[in-house]
């Protein structure tokens, strides 16, 4: 019987081997952007208005702005910038100047292109998870423009801030 113990005692322990391993990996500094493949078009059909100057706003936007999506996960400041050029013909001459443009951000106030890249939004520290800024736009005609199809890129640009 005491042989019939110990025999089970000994299936009943535990065998036990252990390894261990260092696990490491390197997340690394980043400023992302995420913008969706559009146009922004702004719909003239009440054109000629009343009275100029005349502010006709984006039509082609879902929910009527451009969502942005920026992601950081680095301390310190980053910033948007969004830069919206001249609209020139094929020759270069200045069609419509990039002041007629206008933005705003999140809803706040409308604001104008210049032409060079401007800050349109600040934040310090990471962002947690993709963060959404939406752009409005809307184009202000002065009743002096040429008749004629109008093309031009924005740029919207995430920086961090050394």
């Known amino acids: 019987m005491r042989n ?5 005692a000994l ?3 535990p065998a036990l081997a252990q390894a261990t391993w260092v696990l490491q990996t390197l997340i690394p500094e980043t400023v992302a952007l995420r913008t969706p493949t559009t146009e922004i078009a702004f719909d003239l059909k009440d054109y000629p208005p009343k009275a100029f100057p005349a502010t006709f706003p984006a039509s082609n936007l879902e929910g009527g702005f451009l969502p942005v999506q920026v992601f950081a996960n680095a301390p310190g400041v980053w910033s948007l910038l969004l830069q919206i050029p ?14 007629q443009v ?3 951000v999140n809803g706040g106030l409308w604001l104008r292109a210049d032409g060079t890249p401007q800050i ?3 934040q310090s520290g990471p962002t947690g998870d993709w963060l959404e800024i939406r752009l409005e736009f809307a184009l202000e005609l002065l009743g002096t423009e040429r008749a004629g199809r ?4 924005a740029l919207v640009t995430a920086l961090r801030q050394p």
């Open 120 to 122: 349109v939004y600040t």
């Open 11 to 13: 299936t009943l322990a």
């Open 4 to 8: 019939l113990l110990a025999a089970l």
């Open 86 to 99: 001249d609209l020139k013909d094929e020759t270069g001459a200045i069609l419509i100047p990039a002041r």
């Open 102 to 104: 206008l933005y705003r």
């Open 150 to 153: 109008y093309v031009v890129q």
